[in-house]
């Protein structure tokens, strides 16, 4: 019996744990895309306006880590380890 409740808030943990780090993956992914797009356009988010004033391709190459770091984050929280051969 203890064991089973155990394990049953163990895995609401990591249920919980890994819809977080999907969100948060989400909005990373969603904020390196659009200020890339903005960008583009000549227009930016205003509290992300410190990252524009950065020197040289500083403000892309972090741009373009939250894009693909939220595109990893999203692989890496949806994977199931336990269950891989």
């Given at each position: 019996?203890?064991?089973?409740?155990?394990l049953s808030i163990q895995y609401t943990f990591t249920l919980k744990k890994r819809s977080i780090l999907q969100l948060l993956a989400f909005l990373c992914f969603m904020?390196?895309?659009?200020?890339l797009l903005l960008s583009l356009l000549g227009l930016e988010f205003s509290y992300?306006?410190?990252?524009d004033r950065m020197p040289g391709l500083m403000p892309l190459m972090v741009k373009l880590g939250m894009l693909f770091g939220g595109i990893v984050l999203a692989y890496?929280?949806?994977?199931?380890w336990r269950r891989q051969d």
């Open positions: 019996m203890f064991n089973y409740l155990s904020f390196g895309f659009l200020t992300l306006a410190w990252l890496l929280s949806s994977t199931d």
